[in-house]
């Protein structure tokens, strides 16, 4: 059974930082692309950041781009979002999700609550 | 504001169809894939149709998809009250190298 738990949602100060995690299980691990999606209160999904299998390729949202790290270590099934320089709008779930092709999610964790406030 | 056009809402008794659009351009959805998902609140969302018109095993063939030009359209027949939920559609623009996703579509069952 593919598993995606994500953890490292806090609340924290606008400017601040914090790292999210996903530990994935139930799958090659290696041989996925990986994505992060966020979903702010009542609004829709919007695709933040994705990784190729192999690390080497990131691929980044304008609205995170300077801001967000994606990184991967494979030998620990896990992926990794990096967020600097948080502000009000980054407030959000983020999802983990498993490409299965290029913008296409085919499992997905339960998400982490991200709350940037002073 | 989405990359991807789609309607608020749509909304239909049960036991009939309802077809939802979405809209993009030669860079996004002229070029790539079109995915389908739907997201009951409170949880993560789930695949309902890749490649334009594949279903991923367990999806029943009430669900369809379909792709032409920059438009994509998913179309749910026999509606059930448990098809209520929120619709995306998500694709790949190879401009912007980036995903984008509609703005998402309400289901209501009547």
């Known amino acids: 059974e593919v598993q995606l738990m994500e953890s490292g949602g806090d609340l924290v100060q606008p400017g601040g930082s914090l790292r999210l995690s996903c530990v994935a299980s139930?799958?090659?691990?290696?041989?996925?692309?990986m994505s992060w999606v966020r979903q702010g209160p009542g609004k829709g999904l919007e695709w933040v950041s994705g990784?190729?299998?192999?690390?080497?390729?990131?691929y980044y949202a304008d609205s995170v781009k300077g801001r967000f790290s994606i990184s991967r270590d494979n030998s620990k099934n896990t992926l990794y979002l990096q967020m600097n320089s948080l502000r009000a709008e980054d407030t959000a779930v983020y999802y983990c999700?498993?490409?299965?092709?290029?913008?296409?999610?085919?499992?997905w964790g339960q998400g982490t609550l991200v709350t940037v406030s002073s | 504001q989405s990359v991807l056009t789609q309607p608020p809402s749509v909304s239909a008794a049960p036991g009939q169809k309802v077809t939802i659009s979405c809209s993009g351009s030669n860079s996004d959805i002229g070029d790539n894939y079109v995915s389908w998902y739907q997201q009951v609140p409170g949880t993560a969302p789930k695949l309902l149709i890749y490649?334009?018109?594949k279903r991923p095993s367990g999806i029943p063939d009430r669900f369809s998809g379909s792709k032409s030009g920059t438009s994509a359209t998913l179309g749910i027949t026999g509606l059930q009250p448990g098809d209520e939920a929120d619709y995306y559609c998500g694709t790949w623009d190879s401009i912007l190298s980036a995903g984008v996703f509609g703005a998402g579509t309400k289901v209501t069952v009547l």
């Open positions: 490649d334009n018109s």
């Open positions: 139930g799958f090659t691990f290696g041989t996925s692309a």
């Open positions: 990784i190729i299998s192999s690390g080497a390729r990131t």
């Open positions: 999700a498993k490409d299965r092709t290029t913008v296409t999610f085919d499992f």
